[in-house]
């Protein structure tokens, strides 16, 4: 007996095909959730009634499978689509010779169209044109998104791994593992031990299920700044410290890809992972970092007499410019390398999305514990912070991590703006970006006026524990040196180190720089707070005035996370004569529009967003010339205003 099928009735009308009803094509489950009243009817396998279906005869039976057809028709629309934009090019071909005999079809070159085409452009409608060029466009970008495509590409254009390569993450790229073996009074550690506490599922697992303990792992002891009595973390390490945040987060593997595609592997390239939560000096003082980066770099020219290209990432670039400074220094602890060693050592130092001026939403995580999108977290660590802890809770925690506080911002309202002017204002703003935190309601002195970056710095110090000013006060420094006699004394205070407008670039003529970061991203710029009512129940003084009449965040220019004014110091390295740059090291800018395509929820080949654009097919093109040797071939790109607005900077004498 042959088998037999079930097929639903629809109780709508018919759709006019001679009053032959509908035979559902949807899923087993579709069926399942439909109406219960619907009648099912018992059908003959060979039942050979037709209906048409786009122009064709088809049986009952073929119905169900006609939705595997439905790519060709659209495939074939383009193939129609192409064949019709073909045959306006050959028309405008042939009417535009003034002779014109069936022979000549002997001689037709395709290639002789390209010299048409710009002409017809302008008369071709515009809604072909754009069609045509968004399927081209789209076309060559679903391809650089495609696992080492962009080294593919340019390993067939001839490149190939020339300088060895090391990478130094920013602050959400390197994990941090359990290395405690003791149990505490608190805690059972031995269940975590060589667990990922950041970066994994592990995070979030003892977050949810575990967190006193997490806390206790993950904070560092408030006096010293360093490992609290009884456990241990340590910055994963190895290229997969850096690879992916969780899994299938991915935050430098596609630039791991593409150069393993043009022949790079670990004897080659390294990551230079470090436990962000750290003073700079305590990096070295406990774990050597720097010491072991100037070991490889060193490694890297000995054995294959190549310098070595420094590659960072947000808060990475700041760890750099710390080690210019740290090698060449002499003394216990540092690298005493000489004054030539970075123009020895170094070919290129590649900044992207730096946070060399610092940025301004560093303060108010430090201040308040606001953490969305704050400090450069990922949304996983956000989510996991914001939904188990307290805003006071995230404040503490963030305080006892002296690493953050290097992100506060840097040179003061020369650079963050006044009450009356800041260098990115807008002509129809009525308050200046200046007013970085505002105040809308007066409660008490604590929220009589309107604070500029350095007030809320020096604010922040009034609401914290005197503990964290110390910390911060012995390890950084937020101002600018106006006079070469200043940067030059400034050279033998390791405070100054990590910021570019106290001290000076090494005297490297050789050394290349390349800033590339985003923009075209709205970004946090200041913020309207307000006065808790009841301080002892939130066990804070003040929080964004979320919920009120007024915008809380004030939005400015930038890559989503990081202000477009902290790169204001490319633009600045490359002064005339510059009291920062000595050496007169080459630096080459490009500005990416942030372009994301709207179904990516990493942003595609054309993000510009903080972290996705290490994704980005351009961004990866560039690291990639550089690393080959082909840097001279990078262009400047100005797409912003930041050229202008970093001239108005008032940086003293040159």
């Given amino acids: 007996m042959p088998p037999r099928r079930r097929k639903q009735v629809s109780d709508a009308p018919s759709s006019g095909h001679g009053g032959i009803q509908d035979v559902s094509t949807h899923s087993v489950e579709d069926n399942a959730s439909s109406s219960a009243n619907t009648p099912i009817v ?3 396998a060979t039942d050979t009634t037709t209906t048409s279906v786009d122009g064709d005869k088809v049986t009952k039976q073929e119905l169900p499978h006609r939705k595997h057809r439905k790519p060709l028709k659209q495939s074939r629309r383009v193939v129609f689509f192409l064949g019709a934009l073909l045959g306006i090019i050959l028309a405008w071909y042939f009417a535009a010779s003034p002779e014109f005999s069936l022979d000549s079809l002997n001689d037709l070159n395709l290639d002789s169209f390209a010299e048409y085409f710009e002409d017809m452009k302008g008369k071709l409608p515009y809604g072909i044109l754009k069609e045509a060029n968004d399927i081209s466009q789209k076309e060559q970008t679903m391809l650089k998104t495609e696992p080492f495509a962009v080294g593919r590409a340019m390993y067939l254009d001839g490149l190939r791994a020339k300088h060895p390569v090391v990478m130094v993450p920013g602050v959400i790229s390197t994990g941090l593992e ?153 003394g216990l602890h540092f690298g005493n390398g000489g004054k030539n060693w970075v123009n020895d050592h170094i070919h290129a130092f590649v900044d992207v999305s730096g946070s060399s001026l610092g940025t301004p939403k560093s303060i108010v995580a430090l201040l308040s514990g606001e953490m969305r999108d704050t400090v450069q977290l990922n949304a996983l660590a956000v989510y996991g912070l914001e939904k188990f802890f307290s805003r006071a809770e995230r404040a503490l925690l963030l305080r006892s991590f002296p690493g953050i506080a290097s992100m506060l911002p840097k040179g003061g309202e020369a650079v963050w703006g006044s009450l009356e002017f800041a260098i990115d204002d807008m002509g129809n703003q009525t308050v200046s970006y200046g007013n970085f935190i505002q105040f809308r309601n007066t409660m008490s002195q604590l929220s009589a006026k309107n604070l500029t970056v350095p007030d809320s710095i020096e604010y922040l110090f009034t609401q914290a524990p005197g503990w964290f000013r110390d910390r911060v006060e012995e390890n950084y420094s937020h101002g600018l040196a106006r006079t070469r006699a200043e940067v ?14 106290e001290v000076a670039l090494p005297n490297a003529p050789d050394l290349r720089i390349f800033c590339l970061y985003g923009v075209g991203k709205s970004t946090e710029r200041a913020y309207v707070y307000q006065e808790e009512k009841d301080k002892g129940l939130v066990k804070l003084n003040v929080s964004i005035a979320a919920g009120g009449m007024y915008e809380p965040v004030i939005m400015g220019e930038g890559d989503g996370t990081v202000s477009l004014i902290t790169h204001s110091m490319c633009h600045r390295w490359r002064d005339e004569h510059s009291k920062f740059n000595p050496g007169r ?70």
């Avoid at 009074?185 to 060589?194: A, G, V």
């Avoid at 592990?202 to 009884?230: E, F, V």
């Fill in 488 to 501: 030059q004394a400034n050279e033998a205070d390791p405070r100054k180190w990590i910021n570019p407008l």
């Fill in 585 to 654: 090291s080459k630096v080459t800018i490009v500005e990416m529009p942030h372009e994301p395509e709207r179904f990516d929820v990493r942003g595609g080949a054309k993000t510009a967003e903080h972290v996705d654009i290490l994704g980005r097919a351009e961004l990866n093109e560039l690291v990639l010339k550089v690393a080959a040797g082909k840097g001279d071939e990078i262009e400047d790109r100005f797409v912003s205003k930041l050229k202008d607005y970093a001239a108005r900077i008032d940086l003293g004498e040159n």
């Fill in 42 to 44: 018992e059908t003959s």
């Fill in 178 to 330: 359990s290395w405690s073996v003791t149990d505490t009074d608190e805690c059972s550690c031995e269940p975590y031990f060589r667990k990922r506490l950041w970066g994994s599922w592990n995070m979030l697992r003892a977050m949810l299920l575990d967190k006193t303990c997490w806390l206790k792992h993950i904070m560092l002891d408030p006096i010293t700044g360093l490992d609290p009595k009884g456990y241990k973390l340590r910055a994963a390490q190895g290229l997969e410290a850096a690879d992916f945040f969780i899994t299938g987060y991915w935050i430098w593997n596609k630039i791991l890809e593409n150069l393993a595609a043009i022949a790079y592997d670990p004897n080659m390239m390294h990551t230079a992972a470090y436990d962000w939560r750290l003073a700079y000096m305590d990096l070295e003082l406990r774990d050597g970092y720097f010491s072991k980066l100037k070991s490889i770099i060193e490694e890297n020219q000995h054995r294959l007499k190549k310098k070595t290209v420094l590659v960072s990432h947000s808060m990475g670039s700041q760890v750099i410019f710390y080690f210019f400074k740290w090698v060449e220094a002499d």
